[in-house]
């Protein structure tokens, strides 16, 4: 008797949600399993499709943070222009993590709900240590 490999075949949908979870960050290993597609066919993909993760940067025209040995003030300067978002309100700024964190859950995008409540989490130690979280004098 012969055993013959079952094969896998998945929906264009679940390649779709598989290729955003993969793009959003989340690791290969852990998109295969959630999704239930081969390791190597999920890596295959992204490569021949073009959604690696060293592809899209390419398309965005991602440069470095850091400067170069010719310019070594630069990378400072784009560090600085990364970060040049408006003050927001430590209170406002921890409502609106968790807002998206709950967001996030109920896509069941679990891994970047994760990181997201662990900022959260860092930002709320801040505000207390920083004094913003107590009241009154």
Not at 22 to 37: L, M, N, T
Request: one cysteine or more; glycine letters at 10%.
């Amino acid at each position: 008797m012969e055993h013959h490999r079952l094969r896998k075949y998945r929906w264009p949908e679940t390649w779709a949600r598989a290729r955003q979870a993969y793009i959003a960050g989340e690791s290969a290993p852990s998109v295969a399993r959630r999704f239930d597609v081969g390791y190597a066919n999920l890596r295959r993909r992204a490569r021949i499709e073009g959604w690696t993760r060293k592809i899209i940067a390419e398309r965005l025209d991602f440069k470095p943070i850091r400067g170069g040995a010719d310019e070594p003030d630069r990378g400072l300067a784009r560090l600085a222009e990364c970060n040049a978002a408006p003050p927001m309100d430590p209170h406002q700024a921890l409502a609106e993590a968790v807002r998206r964190a709950a967001g996030l859950l109920s896509q069941g995008r679990t891994e970047e709900a994760t990181i997201l409540l662990k900022a959260a989490a860092a930002l709320e130690k801040l505000r207390w240590a920083g004094g913003y979280g107590k009241t009154g004098g």
